[in-house]
């Protein structure tokens, strides 16, 4: 199977790996996936005082796809607030990294990954996750 | 570029230039159809064909009688497998194979049960061996096949087909091996063993693809029906025009096995050990499969936290094939790994590494190296690694399965 230039680039060179402090109140962290189904996409989010996402941070297990979808949706997520995050869809993603219908859930984890980390920041907030 | 490393001689080996030079003179000089009786074009490939008959015989020491040319190993299978259940059904309708075998077995059986068989599908070891004491007590009143394969080809574990082919034999059982993947690397003595057909291919064993063998023991004889129709070729067992280039290599391939098999193993399991050697000591690697009954050629290696297919997209200078689902059309990992009892992730991150005669140690140093890289840095970008380090025992963690 042929990987499309995008997938390579952030494969090769994944974007904002890492995490934050999970116990800082201004970070949302979520894990989707299981070790089982051979994918697990950990994202951190660290939310500014204003509401908006200054920055994400990634760690994926999983085939190519499933790293760069995660490692997209990084550079994606800073600079937006909540709401706008959560309009990103699955499908923005696999359209921006062309990815073949068999690694289309790769797309859908990452967006499940964004939802987990902006409920649990929320909860932590005190707010209805 | 450079071209790849190539380590994944269990899917298909180069045919050896010694046997391609054997082969092009009956492409175009010598092309005639060896059941021509009539001149010299027909007698000239016949000679051809039986010579090479002689060859792949001698290596698996049988008689060339019992040779039938099939198109490959997956032919083999089905005939054999399908052959002798129809033939035999008056006799009982019940099969016996096991869950780890090629898919061309498990088809073919899939298949014979919409016709009424019933197939028993044993387990292995956590090995990937088969107790033969678990055969003895799957055979009941109406069993009349029972197949197992020599070497698997996923983690090259080599059955004990003597012990089973015994129990076969007492319990007046039809033994069929799928042996695709052992010739030339294990030595095979049908004069000897209680085999009653074998599956052959040619591009295991550095060969041309699209030609195989079955062996129908002569003595005592054991009878199939055909599968395919035709001019009764082959004494009737598989009608169609022989292809006599394909013949002929795979006979030489077959004679330079037979010839280098004892020197080929021995430099290839050196290779194949400073590969476990320097990947072996890695932290959370898993050898899948047991290291003692298998041939040398083949290292089937789980690394934890690393996900198979990344991991080979991590090394494109080395050909290897994964047991994840990611490089599967079915999504689904190694239904090989499973049966041996490994969980699921440990399927998904299998490497199987697969040695073979133009193997060099310089590949083996490159390859070491690399593996090496690639599975720090996707450690390094694995969450599962990372709880790992921190101690959490992940089968405790509830992951939403999806």
Redesign the interface.
């Given at each position: 199977m042929a990987y499309s230039e995008k997938v390579l680039d952030h494969y090769e060179n994944p974007r904002n790996v890492g995490s934050f402090d999970k116990n800082d109140p201004s970070v949302g962290s979520g894990m989707v996936g299981a070790p089982a189904c051979g994918d697990v996409m950990k994202l951190h989010i660290k939310v500014g005082n204003d509401g908006i996402i200054e920055e994400a941070r990634f760690k994926t297990y999983g085939c190519g796809s499933a790293i760069a979808s995660s490692s997209l949706v990084t550079e994606w997520l800073r600079g937006k607030t909540l709401e706008q995050a959560l309009t990103i869809k699955n499908t923005d993603i696999a359209e921006e990294l062309a990815l073949p219908p068999v690694k289309i859930h790769c797309s859908v984890l990452a967006e499940d990954a964004i939802k987990a980390a902006i409920s649990d920041y929320r909860a932590k907030q005190g707010g209805c996750p | 570029m450079n071209t790849p490393i190539y380590l994944d001689y269990s899917a298909t080996t180069p045919v050896d230039p010694r046997v391609v030079e054997k082969m092009v003179p009956y492409l175009y000089e010598r092309f005639g159809n060896p059941a021509s009786r009539s001149h010299g074009y027909g007698w000239e490939a016949e000679e051809a064909v039986e010579l090479a008959r002689e060859q792949v015989a001698q290596l698996v020491n049988a008689d060339p009688k019992e040779i039938v040319w099939t198109s490959g190993a997956t032919e083999s299978d089905n005939l054999a497998i399908t052959g002798a259940a129809r033939f035999h059904q008056g006799k009982g309708k019940h099969l016996v194979t096991m869950t780890t075998e090629h898919k061309a077995v498990l088809d073919t059986m899939r298949n014979l049960e919409r016709e009424g068989f019933v197939v028993t599908y044993l387990d292995p070891e956590p090995s990937g061996l088969l107790d033969p004491q678990k055969l003895a007590a799957a055979i009941r009143p109406g069993t009349v096949l029972a197949s197992i394969m020599h070497v698997n080809n996923e983690i090259g574990v080599i059955q004990d087909i003597e012990a089973i082919g015994r129990i076969c034999r007492e319990r007046g059982v039809l033994f069929h091996v799928d042996a695709a993947q052992s010739t030339g690397k294990v030595l095979i003595d049908l004069d000897a063993l209680p085999v009653d057909l074998m599956s052959f291919s040619a591009h295991k064993t550095y060969g041309p693809k699209g030609i195989g063998a079955l062996y129908v023991r002569r003595r005592p004889r054991v009878r199939i029906e055909a599968q395919m129709h035709g001019g009764g070729h082959e004494r009737g067992m598989r009608s169609g025009t022989l292809p006599t280039h394909q013949i002929v290599g795979m006979g030489e391939a077959f004679r330079l096995a037979r010839e280098e098999m004892p020197a080929d193993n021995e430099r290839i399991r050196a290779l194949r050990d400073k590969l476990l050697a320097g990947l072996g000591n890695m932290d959370e690697t898993y050898i899948n499969g047991d290291l003692q009954a298998r041939v040398p050629h083949n290292l089937n290696i789980s690394f934890n936290?690393?996900?198979g297919?990344?991991l080979m997209?991590?090394m494109k200078g080395i050909a290897v094939s994964s047991g994840?689902?990611?490089t599967s059309a079915s999504?689904e990992?190694s239904y090989v790994l499973r049966a041996l009892g490994r969980?699921?992730?440990l399927a998904?991150s299998s490497i199987r590494l697969t040695v073979g005669r133009f193997t060099t140690e310089a590949d083996i140093d490159a390859t070491i190296e690399l593996i090496t890289r690639s599975v720090r840095k996707l450690r390094?970008?694995?969450?599962?690694?990372?709880m790992h380090l921190e101690g959490i025992d992940?089968s405790k963690v509830q992951?939403?399965?999806?």
């Open positions: - | 936290f690393v996900e297919e990344s997209m991590s994840s689902a990611c999504l990992p969980p699921d992730e998904h390094d970008l694995s969450p599962l690694w990372e992940l992951w939403a399965a999806h």
